[in-house]
């Protein structure tokens, strides 16, 4: 038998959630006595007490349920969620209360209670999330941020295609189904009892707010259709991403493109990605003007990819201009510099963003292309093969506006090359020979050839971290489609002219 208090446990974790997720006294009644059937123990004869939640409380009820066999090895964070799930406020309640922080107390301190929510109920489990790695480099074209991801594996590109394409019977469908509210998981899906939506309406349309568990960068939110179809870029996209800011004008609001390749890593459910401006995109400049009215400003952004800004205080004036761009760059081809938008499939769409800016909407248009060739099969303007040791996913939106999200495998190969660059007996074909850092054989032989024997344990991580930071840049420049050269700019400009805005 063990000796954990778990009943005095359960008296704990109640007192957390009256203090943290509002739990009321009825409703603390009721998760009592689930939490009590669920473990088989009788009620504590003690009240609850503050603790340190996670290692004092969830921790331990975790540990009593791996010593009692309710749970299996890997079974922990789903078990973890089931408990939580007990004690967070119901999805009508959050829903409800969020309407009237909004109406009371305006619309950011009702999603502030939500994102405050979201953490207490550990739905984004902080404890992960504060494991990343992250850091800030400066580049040609302005900083982009790197987090090597310690709470979210990695994604192939094959997996993401299946995904689409796949017409089985599943439940729920994706990750991003309003059916995912409850549902207790698998070992292959996720539990949710802890996820809160509450609805929006965008363009008409009734959609749902949420934030991501796994908060990339501040208050990481998603704005996903009630309906479970395709992602699309339309003119109704642009409709709701600004419909989405004007609501939440402290926000950005983002559409992975809706393509394989240069779309994002869910394209069977149409959902967009926002949160607050703090992406390095948004640091930069427009590099050159091509139109301008009194209300309105079209140009290119200074930045790594192509980009094509659109900004103006009227609403409609910068939707109907954006929608302009995607009705011609759908169909834009330019032999000149590589551009197809038509082979055996269509390849040209777009990864719109939505943000405020005081009085002015802007809409920032970054030019995708998807094709592949025989010298390119994983995507001409995506990563090469040579840097998919660091990054082999899909570049959606996050990623090109400058935030790099790296599988978490790279923390411990980084401690083993530095272990290699530094054991004074530097041997590739054994390296190529290790599956976990054969990938690595090119990097590694770069930065020896480029230090030749200035490499030593205080500096072996820098230039390490350094080569990774300059793939990061050569990443972003693949996902041009108009090359930062004077041949791709004028390219870039001749597609701003036929698109004739003085018509």
């Known amino acids: 038998m063990s000796d954990i208090d778990v009943s005095g446990l359960i008296e704990d974790l109640l007192y957390y959630a009256k203090e943290k997720l509002d739990l009321g006294r009825e409703d603390a009644i009721y998760a009592r006595n689930q939490l009590l059937e669920l ?284 929608d302009h761009v995607l009705e011609k760059w759908i169909d834009y081809s330019d032999k000149s510099v590589g551009i197809y938008a038509y082979t055996d499939d269509r390849h040209n769409t777009i990864t719109p963003i939505a943000s405020k800016d005081g009085d002015e909407y802007v809409l920032d248009l970054i030019l995708r292309n998807n094709r592949t060739d025989e010298k390119h099969p994983y995507g001409i303007y995506h990563p090469t093969e040579d840097m998919h040791n660091i990054k082999k996913e899909g570049i959606g939106l996050i990623e090109a506006m400058g935030l790099f999200i790296l599988p978490g495998r790279l923390k411990s190969e980084i401690m083993e090359m530095i272990e290699i660059l530094t054991s004074g007996d530097l041997d590739f074909a054994a390296i190529n020979e290790n599956p976990r850092l054969s990938k690595h054989l090119g990097m590694l032989a770069q930065i020896v050839a480029e230090n030749e024997d200035n490499i030593t344990r205080d500096n072996a991580q820098k230039l390490i971290l350094r080569k990774i930071e300059e793939i990061c840049f050569k990443i972003l420049e693949c996902t041009a489609v108009f090359k930062n050269t004077e041949e791709g700019q004028e390219a870039f400009r001749k597609f701003l002219y036929s698109l004739n805005f003085m018509a």
Not at 85 to 96: D, N
Request: aromatic share 12%; net charge neutral.
């Open 39 to 322: 473990f088989e123990v009788e009620p504590a004869t003690r009240k609850g007490e503050e603790k340190d939640f996670q290692k004092e409380v969830l921790d331990k009820l975790i540990e009593y349920a791996f010593g009692e066999n309710m749970i299996a090895p890997g079974e922990e964070i789903r078990f973890e969620t089931r408990i939580m799930g007990f004690v967070t406020p119901s999805c009508g309640l959050v829903a409800r209360t969020f309407e009237e922080f909004r109406d009371n107390l305006g619309i950011k301190a009702a999603t502030d209670y939500l994102y405050n929510i979201s953490i207490a109920s550990n739905y984004i489990r902080l404890c992960d999330v504060k494991k990343n790695i992250c850091w800030t480099t400066e580049g040609k074209y302005g900083r982009v941020g790197i987090t090597i991801n310690l709470s979210k594996p990695e994604k192939d590109l094959k997996q993401v295609l299946a995904e689409k394409n796949f017409k089985g019977i599943k439940y729920p469908k994706c990750l991003l189904c309003l059916e995912n509210l409850g549902f207790p998981g698998t070992l292959t899906h996720p539990a949710r009892q802890t996820l809160r939506v509450v609805p929006i309406v965008l363009n008409g349309e009734k959609w749902y707010l949420q934030y991501s568990p796994y908060v990339y960068y501040d208050e990481h939110c998603i704005a996903l259709s009630e309906e479970h179809r395709p992602m699309k870029i339309s003119p109704a996209t642009f409709a709701r991403l600004l419909d989405f800011v004007e609501i939440f004008p402290y926000y950005f609001l983002g559409s992975n493109a809706d393509l394989p390749i240069v779309g994002g890593s869910i394209l069977s459910h149409d959902h967009y990605q926002g949160g607050k401006k703090v992406l390095p995109m948004f640091s930069r400049p427009m590099r050159e003007t091509v139109f301008r009215t009194d209300s309105v400003k079209v140009g290119i952004k200074d930045w790594y990819n192509s980009v094509v800004e659109v900004r103006g205080t009227d609403k409609e004036e910068v939707q109907k201009i954006a």
